[in-house]
């Protein structure tokens, strides 16, 4: 069993900044490609920022020179740092991991979401 933890969203000004976190738990073989998408009330889930196990990146366009991913592998964890924010940044984002288990088999894992408030 893996469960992804979430944490680190809030209400944030505009223009401000934020660091959000995944934490991976639980007994798996590896951990591969893991990654950020986002939901806002209205719009379909889109993909924000992925990173491989090797440290390879991937941004949306709409995120590209304010939000960086990262990862730790000794702490099984993925980052998003998130600076200049925009109204248009606020939704629920959710950590996305694809990872094998002990018994070999691979499949994506799912965060719960977490919530990301603007104010102006």
């Known amino acids: 069993q893996v469960q992804l933890v979430e944490s680190g969203g809030g209400l944030v000004q505009a223009g401000g900044s934020l660091r959000l976190s995944c934490a991976a738990n639980g007994r798996f073989f590896r951990i591969n490609t893991m990654g950020w998408y986002r939901q806002a009330p209205g719009k379909q889930r889109e993909l924000v920022a992925t990173?491989?196990?090797?440290?390879?990146?991937n941004y949306a366009d709409s995120v590209k020179g304010r939000f960086t991913i990262s990862r730790d592998n000794a702490k099984n964890t993925v980052y998003l740092q998130i600076v200049s924010l925009k109204p248009e940044d606020a939704a629920v984002y959710y950590c996305?991991?694809?990872?094998?288990?002990?018994?070999?088999?691979?499949?994506?894992?799912w965060g719960q979401g977490t919530l990301e408030a603007v104010s102006t």
């Open positions: 996305n991991a694809g990872i094998t288990t002990t018994d070999y088999y691979s499949k994506d894992y």
């Open positions: 990173i491989s196990s090797g440290g390879s990146t």
